[in-house]
Structures are given as C-alpha cells and as structure tokens.
C-alpha cells in the first residue's frame, strides 16, 4: 500500500479526483490505526478461528431470536452476510469492514470520529481497487474449486450470497468486498459496502498483505491534523454532513455535535 502525505486541501482533492471509479474508501481519525474489523478489536488478542466462530455464533443467534421485536423496517435479511450487515449497522461487533464508493463521505467519518483533541493528529484516507482485489479473490477460487465457475461480471448481483455458500463455507483465504442484496436507507445513502476477510482465522489486514493482493493498487492518504477544519468546511459545501448521511434525528443531532467540535476553541 502506497502512502501519501497530505498537506495541502487542494492536493487530497486532485489525488482523489484521478482515481478510477472501481475504488472503495475508508476514512478514519488516527492515521495509526489499522484496517480493522469491530470484532478484531473487540476479541484483540484473543482472535483465533475457534473463538471467532464461537462469538460470531452466539451473537448472530441472539441477534436473530429477538430481532422481530424491534424491526421497525420489516426488512429480513435473507443472507448470512445480510446479518452480519445489519448487525453491523446497529453496533454489533462484527467480521465486516465499512467501506463506501464516496471518498467524501469516507472524509466526513474520518473527521466525524476526532474528539477534538488538539493539536489534532493526522488523519486517513484508504482506497482500495476493489475491481481488482475481487478478480484476484475470484480467480483464486476457481483455481482451487473446478465446479465454481463465476466470473467477477457474474459475481456483481450475488456477491452476499456467493460469500455464503462458497468464501465464507470454505473458509477461502481471500478478501470479499459485498453489500446485502436488499440495503438499509442508511448504507444507501452512504454509498456503503463491506470488506471481509473469507478465513475467519486471517485478520483482515493480513490477508490484504498476503501474496494474492501484493501488488494491487491501494492507498494510504495521511492527512494533516491542520486540515480538519478546512476538510469539514469543503464537505459541507458538498452537502455532506451528517443529516445527509443519516437522514434521521440522530444525524441532526451529529451535525449540531459536528458544527460545536469544528469550531470550538
């Protein structure tokens, strides 16, 4: 992964705007923090096949057995990884890494997760060719699997179920990037979708520096703590805060929090 420091508001935008369509992007607050799942920091060093499996059963059973009480979307995930993406959205730890096509609203989470530290730290863009890293995954099972004969065109509409019955079932140390066939208004209105790692023994950083993805096209943008208030009041002129990204009360209530943080002394 190639990292690049950023300085200047007007260099983040033209390294962004060059990038081809087929990226997905993460943003978070401390350019030291890894790419790493909730349930990878929850089970920190205690992660090991047995113990994820173990805590990914129990919690997808009791998520399920009481979900009925509280659905207000009458939506049923009709896919395993359409359960964990759920559950992932109401703060259940999971396997899932949130991504989105939007590298703006990947900005706007970065800058949304500071708790106005200062001097603030710098901060960090992830973007990855996630074209790629699916015909390296995809490729991959084909060549341990003669029967699998999807392509990464045929992949595209079933990517949450092939996770299911393929990636997931064998355990196939590859990166998946998917999204629930049915989406929730608010991973809509992201742009969202999820990277996972295919093994649940390999973390998902270890299996993005395996061999199969050596050479992929992937960056690390380093962003200057300095830049925080001129990155906020770019994505606002944008339109993108957190009313429009949450569309609900709860995000009316981030952006007052937001707008109070940004501008505080």
Do not use: C
Request: hydrophobic share 35%.
């Amino acid at each position: 992964m190639k990292t690049i420091k950023i300085d200047d508001p007007k260099h983040l935008i033209q390294e962004i705007n060059q990038l081809p369509q087929h990226f997905i992007f993460r943003g978070q607050a401390d350019k030291d923090w890894r790419l790493e799942s909730s349930l990878e920091r929850t089970l920190a060093d205690n992660w090991t096949q047995e113990n994820v499996e173990k805590h990914e059963k129990r919690s997808i059973s009791n998520f399920k057995s009481k979900f009925h009480l509280y659905d207000s979307e009458n939506t049923i995930p009709d896919s395993g990884f359409a359960w964990l993406s759920i559950m992932q959205h109401y703060g259940v730890p999971t396997r899932l890494l949130d991504f989105t096509e939007s590298p703006y609203v990947a900005l706007y989470f970065a800058i949304e997760s500071y708790t106005g530290q200062k001097p603030r730290k710098p901060f960090a863009l992830f973007a990855l060719d996630y074209r790629e890293i699916m015909k390296r995954s995809v490729d991959h099972i084909r060549s341990k699997d003669k029967e699998f004969d999807e392509t990464q065109t045929s992949v595209f509409e079933k990517s949450d179920q092939i996770f299911d019955s393929v990636v997931n079932r064998f355990s196939y140390d590859v990166l998946w990037v998917a999204e629930p066939k049915v989406m929730n208004a608010r991973l809509d209105r992201q742009s969202g979708t999820f990277l996972i790692s295919g093994n649940r023994a390999v973390r998902i950083e270890a299996v993005l520096n395996s061999n199969l993805y050596s050479d992929i096209v992937a960056y690390k943008f380093e962003i200057d703590g300095s830049l925080y208030e001129n990155i906020y009041a770019l994505l606002r002129k944008m339109n993108i805060n957190s009313k429009s990204i949450y569309g609900n009360l709860e995000g009316l209530a981030r952006s007052i929090k937001m707008e109070m943080q940004v501008y505080s002394a």
